[in-house]
């Protein structure tokens, strides 16, 4: 297997918000989309996966829905999708992200 | 929606549904878990039974989860809650001794609160059953800041006439008189009413109508509104009275409305009748005894009233200048509430005060008792903390424990209240609403709130020491219960409940003491004659036959004489009023020939009783100077008067009463009276009050009521039957009532006293109980912690009676400062009490060494039973189990 990276604290939100820009998903579509991405680097601990959902859930920033799932069969699933709000809070997440990841790219290449 | 909005829904939803939620969360994470072990299934070719499992292990336990996602949706508190109420029922339920104790004492506390309150609630707080209550008020008039007496029929009229104040005013005249709808007449309390009087206090009857302006018209039929007792009782019932006949001291008034059965009373006042009074136009300014209500204005307060009654006090003095000169005299507005109320809230605050006490002793006792357990369980609780359970989550646990206990004491304390209440009504003192008070809702509510706070209070110690990192180390479970439970904190803690305990029940013996004391001397005190062997009755002439006076004199001497001729009577007399009559005594103002008082200012008065001249010979009064009234004092131009011997020294201190001349009731027309003779003292009024007083032979203006006094020679109460059958001899439509062994009078004359000092006296010993309780335990619990240097010392060869007084005195050092402080509160909190007590100072030192004594000697008792157990401690066997332990 390959080596796998723990999560910064802060970022599994913008992930997960990531995942859902391009649509709805349930929760371990979700994970399968990040360990995707991520080419099996980044593996979201499951347990923070439901909590973080709910949490954004409650922030406004994405919205619930039953449907059906036909991967699983046609089975009950929770859809998760993103809100207006949540894609102003996406953008602004993002743009965080990448001015703090450069700064420190910056200061790890300094001799 | 506003996030905080929809945040709170989520919230609201969360626990309103959430076994849905649950069940959707449960079906979101098998999904994760199904579709994770499909995937492992074809990537990895798994068999599916491997894959499941796997998944299950990569999701790291499903239960997990979902307390974390329960956390993030806010109602895992809820969870917890129950959680600890089960935890914590189930740790008290492992030491039932230290739960049912502690339940026992908080239920005495709660109770004696609850039952207070509810007392206090119905007294002082609610309302009189009049609508606006707080803008009624009743008028006197007075003529210093401590004589004040009820209006006259003149004042009234003119209060009508003059006052600007008032939206109505009405006037009640108060009387037993013989009432009769048919049968023979009994003697019941009557009132007779202006129409006013119902319109001002806003009464309507429940059925039929109230007294309305027409019925005060002259020439109008007489008609009167019953109570609803009066109409179940007599009338067959309150649907069927009105219309009925009803004959009061022989006129006929015609029923035309019954009152609701909460009214009992009017303004205070008792009656089953109320009847239309006729009002005679006034010819003087007396006589006074009514009862005037008024009804104050919107926007006119007490003093706007009080100004404008000053005003038409002035005018109306000018009207009855030539016989009234009393120009001091001034009517005044009083709350209607304060004086139907009357004493009662002194009272209440003195058992309102008692009952704080008890409930905080009872709480130190156990927080000292939960203290102790707190020490015993650290090793539970450290190790929970050790387990991980959070520092937040322990202490939540420890309140809840005490919060349910609490409760549980508040619910045995509401039937403790219930019975309380029940109780007080029986054995308490006369106050006024005592009858409707109930325990309510709002006791109830009070008891929880109560025991919420004790709860708090109680388990707020083992929470605060868990805060300072108690249970944080693993120390407390590698040291055992020594290691925290017996630190210097906590027994210093443990020892400021014990001092704080007899600090709180030292004031409250004292105060039992003080009144018990006072009550003792009160009862000790003569009244002024032997009451022994002595019947009084009250004898009322139907008013038909007996419209003369002529008629009266003649009823009466005939019925004296049979009286005197009745087996077993030695003496008998007739006076207008008995002794011990309290507040309704008769009272008249006088003037002295040598020393008149100075033009405007008020006339002393004195109590004025009327009587014929074998009374003092049944009461048992003995004549200390001068002569007796004998049948040849009728009055006339040469009127007497007898004086009391107290009434005689303030008078007259340095020399003779008798032969003194005075003028009586403010008329100067009149030929003075002269003092013929002084007798010893008789208390009119009250045991505790002065003696002072005045007689005048009866021979005119008889009255078709009077006393009846009777000095037989064996048992009083034998004698009714044949006294009452002399009586109605003469004539048989009499109305007899209160036929009583004057014995019995008199004790009911201190009832009021004796009931307040036992009602007080057993709260204190309730306090003095947990305050022996409380060192007790905590004498017990040092034994224990301390069994190994206790050993150690007698091995080393410390005598047992050292042991035992090294306890004791511990326990005695505790007990001593705690009453030296409450000395301190006691002396500053019995002055208040003055007034109630009689012949003995708030501080009277005898009283409080007694109340010292007594207390040292319970904590003396508690102290021992803890100290000989310490004595008989075997050195081998408790130093070996320390150590081993």
């Known amino acids: 297997m390959t080596d796998r990276a723990d999560l910064l604290q802060g970022t599994l939100d913008l992930l997960i918000l990531k995942t859902l820009v391009l649509g709805p998903l349930h929760g371990w579509a979700i994970s399968k989309r990040l360990r995707q991405l991520s080419d099996d680097v980044l593996e979201v601990g499951q347990g923070s996966l439901y909590p973080a959902l709910y949490r954004l859930e409650d922030r406004g920033w994405i919205r619930a829905e039953w449907g059906t799932s036909p991967e699983a069969g046609g089975r009950r699933a929770k859809f998760y999708s993103l809100t207006a709000d949540g894609r102003k809070q996406f953008a602004a997440e993002r743009s965080q992200w990448r001015l703090f990841s450069t700064a420190v790219e910056r200061v790890l290449k300094a001799t | 929606m506003h996030p905080s909005i929809r945040r709170a829904l989520r919230r609201l939803r969360a626990l309103t549904h959430r076994d849905t939620l649950e069940q959707e969360l449960d079906d979101e994470l098998r999904l994760h878990v199904a579709l994770e072990a499909a995937e492992l299934e074809r990537v990895h070719n798994l068999s599916p039974d491997d894959a499941r499992r796997l998944a299950l292990v990569a999701f790291g336990g499903i239960e997990r989860y979902k307390e974390a996602h329960r956390d993030a949706r806010g109602v895992r508190w809820l969870d917890e809650l129950q959680q600890d109420i089960r935890y914590a029922a189930r740790a008290l339920g492992r030491s039932p001794a230290f739960t049912a104790s502690a339940i026992a004492i908080l239920a005495l506390g709660i109770g004696a609160c609850t039952a207070v309150f509810s007392v206090v609630d119905a007294v002082v707080i609610s309302h009189l059953p009049y609508p606006h209550d707080d803008r009624l008020i009743q008028i006197y008039e007075r003529n210093s800041p401590t004589n004040q007496w009820p209006l006259s029929v003149a004042d009234f009229q003119a209060i009508e006439q003059w006052q600007r104040s008032f939206t109505s005013v009405g006037l009640l005249r108060q009387t037993l008189a013989p009432v009769s709808s048919g049968g023979e007449p009994q003697r019941m309390p009557v009132g007779y009413a202006t129409s006013g009087f119902f319109r001002t206090l806003g009464v309507t009857p429940v059925v039929g109508r109230g007294l309305g302006s027409t019925d005060d018209a002259p020439g109008a039929q007489p008609v009167a509104v019953v109570s609803h007792r009066f109409a179940v009782d007599h009338l067959g019932g309150d649907t069927v009275a009105v219309g009925r006949s009803v004959d009061v001291d022989g006129v006929a008034y015609t029923v035309v409305g019954v009152l609701d059965q909460r009214y009992t009373n009017l303004a205070g006042r008792y009656g089953e ?305 008995l002794p011990l009559s309290g507040s309704n005594l008769d009272e008249n103002n006088f003037d002295l020939l040598d020393r008149p008082v100075p033009a405007g200012t008020a006339q002393p008065v004195t109590p004025w009783t009327v009587i014929t001249a074998d009374y003092f010979t049944a009461l048992g009064v003995r004549l200390l100077e001068g002569r007796m009234f004998t049948p040849t004092d009728t009055g006339g131009q040469h009127p007497v008067v007898i004086v009391s011997r107290s009434w005689a020294h303030k008078y007259f201190p340095d020399g003779t009463a008798v032969g003194r001349k005075m003028v009586a009731g403010g008329c100067t027309s009149c030929p003075p009276l002269t003092i013929i003779g002084v007798v010893s003292d008789v208390m009119y009024t009250s045991l505790g009050d002065v003696p002072e007083g005045a007689y005048e032979p009866l021979t005119e203006g008889w009255g078709r009521t009077l006393a009846l006094v009777v000095r037989t020679t064996g048992d009083p109460a034998a004698a009714i039957p044949g006294v009452s059958a002399a009586l109605r001899s003469v004539e048989p439509s009499v109305t007899l009532a209160d036929a009583t062994p004057m014995a019995e009078r008199f004790s009911a004359a201190i009832a009021d006293p004796r009931h307040a000092a036992s009602l007080v006296a057993g709260f204190a010993l309730v306090a003095a109980l947990l305050a022996a309780i409380g060192i007790f335990g905590t004498l017990s619990y040092t034994v224990s912690m301390r069994r190994r240097e206790i050993g150690v010392r007698l091995a080393l060869g410390a005598k047992r009676q050292a042991v035992t007084g090294m306890i004791v005195r511990r326990g005695m050092a505790h007990a001593a400062l705690g009453a030296a402080l409450g000395l301190v509160a006691a002396l500053i909190a019995t002055r208040w009490l003055g007034s109630k007590l009689f012949e003995v100072s708030p501080a009277d030192p005898l009283t409080f060494g007694a109340v010292i004594v007594g207390l040292l000697i319970v904590a003396l008792a508690a102290s021992w039973a803890p100290a000989r157990r310490a004595a008989a401690i075997d050195p081998a066997e408790a130093i070996r189990a320390e150590s081993s332990g």
Do not use: C
């Not at chain 2, 809702?441 to 109680?458: C, Y």
């Not at chain 2, 400021?496 to 600090?503: I, R, Y």
């Not at chain 2, 009250?538 to 036959?545: E, Q």
């Open chain 2, 273 to 577: 009748v109320w009847a239309d009074a006729r009002l005679a136009p006034p010819e003087r300014r007396g006589p006074f005894g009514m009862v005037v209500v008024a009804r104050l204005n919107d926007g006119i307060t007490l003093d706007d009233a009080a100004r404008d009654l000053e005003r038409v006090s002035r005018r109306e003095f000018v009207v009855w200048q030539a016989t009234f000169q009393d120009h001091d005299a001034m009517l005044v507005p009083v709350s209607l509430r304060r004086v139907v109320l009357g004493e009662a809230p002194k009272t209440i605050i003195l058992f309102s005060a008692a009952v704080v006490l008890v409930m905080l002793i009872a709480i130190a006792n156990v927080a000292g008792l939960m203290l102790v357990r707190a020490a015993g369980r650290w090793r539970e609780v450290s190790l929970r903390a050790v387990l991980g359970a959070t520092r937040a989550r322990i202490a939540r646990l420890l309140v809840t424990e005490s919060i349910l206990v609490s409760l549980a004491g508040a619910v045995a304390g509401i039937a403790l209240g219930i019975i309380g209440v029940r109780v007080m009504k029986v054995v308490g003192p006369q106050v006024a609403r005592l009858e409707e008070s109930h325990v309510h809702v709002h006791a109830m509510l009070f008891a929880v709130a109560l025991a919420l706070v004790a709860g708090l209070m109680i388990g707020a110690y083992p929470v605060l020491h868990l805060a300072r990192g108690g249970a944080a180390g693993g120390g407390g479970v590698l040291g055992g219960e020594r290691s925290v439970g017996g630190t210097r904190r906590a027994h210093a803690l443990r020892a400021a409940f014990v001092v704080a305990e007899f600090a709180l029940a030292l004031p409250l013996l004292a105060a039992a003491a003080l009144l018990l004391n006072s009550f003792v001397r009160l009862q000790r005190v003569s009244p002024g004659f032997d009451p022994a062997h002595v019947l009084t009755m009250s004898v009322a002439l139907p008013s038909g036959r007996y419209a003369t006076d002529t008629a009266m004199s003649t009823y009466w001497t005939r019925a004296l004489n049979n009286v005197r001729a009745v087996p077993g009577v030695a003496a008998a007399g007739l006076a207008d009023q």
